[in-house]
Nanobody, 115 residues
Framework: QAQLAESGGGLVQAGGSLILSCGPS????????MGWYRQAPGNQRELVAS???????SYADSAKGRFTISSDSAKKTVYLQMNSLKPEDTGVYYC?????????WGQGTQVTVSS
């Protein structure tokens, strides 16, 4: 079964930027949507941004105006450009691909924003 791998996390000061990327190690057919989720310590995993195969994007209120999700259909890769980062953006970021009947999750990448 295909697996997803995220990269691009790290430690950044408040106001800084990071770009996360996520792609599959194997073939995933019929991808309908890709998304980025965040899980902060003690909190549930929450949706940060998503993009459909048609290019429709959606953002959590906390991400609007600061984060941009994009995808490369040829590489089946999804990106999350994060600008003006805040300490409350800290958490483990997971990507998810959805096709008919299946969700595929990555292992997560840590993002830490220092004040």
């Amino acid at each position: 079964q295909a697996q997803l791998a995220e990269s691009g996390g790290g430690l950044v000061q408040a106001g800084g930027s990071l770009i996360l990327s996520c792609g599959p190690s194997g073939y995933i057919f019929g991808i309908r949507a890709m998304g980025w989720y965040r899980q902060a310590p003690g909190n549930q995993r929450e949706l940060v941004a998503s993009i459909t195969s048609g290019g429709t994007t959606s953002y959590a209120d906390s991400a609007k105006g600061r984060f941009t999700i994009s995808s490369d259909s040829a590489k089946k890769t999804v990106y999350l450009q994060m600008n003006s980062l805040k300490p409350e953006d800290t958490g483990v970021y997971y990507c998810k691909f959805t096709n008919i009947g299946n969700d595929y999750w990555g292992q997560g990448t840590q993002v830490t924003v220092s004040s």
